[in-house]
Each structure stands twice: as structure tokens, then as C-alpha cells.
């Protein structure tokens, strides 16, 4: 058995990584949960391996997934384990190597260990609450680049477009990524400076990379500026902004500027 938590998610995420790179690139049955999203017999299979490892290791924690139903005992937890199978699974089908497991420890509504593996690229992300985080156990630290211009935004770009922005947004360099919890840990990691969304995400796409992205000194809250709590009764959250601290308070700003907000134009997870 792992010793830490964090052990536990590393080792889990890997055995779902080799898991589902089995079925990338390959047919895989695929049905539709409505509203356009999809999941594959890829990610149940995760869902699945993952459920019984981690169960069997900490039978006292409880349980969300985006592939199990949610029976709410894990609100009665101490722990709970917020799981995400395969994230980005738009990206998955695609054969785009941007998809990955996001595992995350929570406890008093905070992720305490986060690990977000993309198998295809063999990066492990991960972090430890107030131990700092790591891509294949090296450290990393998120951008303090402080201004919007020509900064590295892994963001649909058409979002940045839209009419019911009260300012014209700078020029920026832009990359649409399926997986939000991957677009946040580039973020952790220094690839990429900045990432928006003001779609709803829920609690197993952000927990794992929330910590991890702190962890490393970025800022990651919703548009309204308030950090996000999980395992509540309700797992959707509004959008997410999740950029080193500068851009954090510069793009914080546009949004207050603009009087309305409207449901932008991005690709689907």
C-alpha cells in the first residue's frame, strides 16, 4: 500500500493512464450523456480500475466521480476522492494527446494531494498541500509574466472575440486544449501563462489541478475572484480563471468591466 496519499494517486493515475492508452487512437464504443458529452467505454473502464484501487487502499474515503452516480455518502467523509477517469475525452476520441486522469484528495472542501497524469505524454503533475508541486517529480512554478500582451493563453480563441467583452482583448498567443484539468497544470508548470473559461465546470475536472496550479504560485479562482470549494451538495462550478498572480488581477479586471456575461464559444470537453 502507498504511504501517502499522494503516492496512492500516482500510482492510481498511472494504471488509468496505461489503461486508457489501450483504446487511444483505437474505436471505442461511445454514447452520449446529453448535452453533447460524450463517454466512452475507455473512460468506464478507468472509472472502474480506479474505484476499486483506491477504495480497497482508503475504504474510509469517500467517493465523486464524473462516472459514477452520486449517492451524496461522501458528504458524511472526512476524505473524499474527486475523480475524473479520462478528461478530455473529446480530445481522446480525436486521437489528440491532450486528455489525462485527474485524481484528487479532499478534505474541509480543499484538495489536500492532486495528481493529473496524461499518459500520452507521460507527464505526471502533482502536489501535496504546502509541499509544492512537480512534473515528474521535478518542481515547477507557474509564469509571473505581468501583462496580457502577447502572453500564452491556453484558451479557445474565439472566447476572447466575443461582442459582450466591455474591452478589446490584446493580442495573445492562444491554444484550445479538450481538458481543463490540463490546462491548468500547464498553467502550474510555466508553459502557458493564463487560462479562462466562463463555462461551468464541475468539481472533478478542477480539484486535482486547483492544488497543483497553487501549489506551484498560480491563482486559481472563479470569474468572480472567490476560490472554489468542493464535495458540497452541488458539484458545478461557475467559470475558472487560473494564471499566475499579475495576469490573475489583470484579467479579473476585464471581467468586472464588461457588463454582461454571456456563454462564450468554446470547444466541448
Not at 478528461?87 to 484528495?105: E, M, N, W, Y
Not at 461557475?238 to 464588461?258: D, F, M
Request: charged share 25%.
Amino acid at each position: 500500500m502507498a504511504n501517502t496519499d499522494l503516492d496512492l494517486l500516482q500510482s492510481a493515475a498511472r494504471q488509468a493512464g496505461a489503461l486508457s492508452m489501450q483504446w487511444f487512437g483505437q474505436p471505442a464504443k461511445v454514447w452520449d450523456k446529453g448535452d453533447n458529452h460524450p463517454v466512452t467505454e475507455a473512460d468506464l473502464a478507468v472509472d472502474t480500475l480506479l474505484h476499486k484501487f483506491l477504495r480497497e487502499a482508503r475504504p474510509d474515503y469517500g467517493w465523486l466521480s464524473e462516472e459514477t452516480i452520486d449517492d451524496q455518502s461522501r458528504l458524511r467523509a472526512k476524505r473524499v476522492f474527486v475523480v475524473d477517469p479520462i478528461d478530455g475525452t473529446r480530445a481522446f476520441l480525436q486521437g489528440k494527446p491532450h486528455f489525462c486522469t485527474s485524481i484528487a484528495v479532499v478534505e474541509d472542501g480543499r484538495p489536500i494531494a492532486g495528481a493529473v497524469f496524461n499518459p500520452a505524454f507521460d507527464e505526471m503533475y502533482s502536489a501535496a498541500k504546502g509541499q509544492g508541486a512537480s512534473l515528474n517529480n521535478q518542481p515547477i512554478r507557474a509564469s509571473s509574466r505581468a501583462a496580457l500582451d502577447d502572453c500564452r493563453m491556453v484558451a479557445h480563441q474565439g472566447l476572447f472575440r466575443h461582442k459582450g467583452w466591455a474591452k478589446k482583448w490584446p493580442q495573445m498567443e492562444c491554444a484550445s486544449r479538450n481538458s481543463m484539468a490540463y490546462r491548468m497544470v500547464l498553467v502550474a508548470g510555466g508553459d502557458w501563462d493564463a487560462t479562462l473559461t466562463l463555462k461551468p465546470k464541475s468539481d472533478w475536472d478542477l480539484a486535482a489541478a486547483d492544488l497543483i496550479a497553487n501549489e506551484a504560485g498560480a491563482v486559481v479562482s472563479d470569474p468572480m475572484g472567490q476560490k472554489f470549494l468542493y464535495n458540497l451538495e452541488t458539484t458545478t462550478n461557475s467559470g475558472v480563471i487560473c494564471a499566475g498572480k499579475p495576469i490573475h488581477g489583470l484579467i479579473r479586471r476585464r471581467i468586472k468591466q464588461s457588463q454582461k456575461e454571456t456563454n462564450h464559444h468554446e470547444p466541448k470537453k
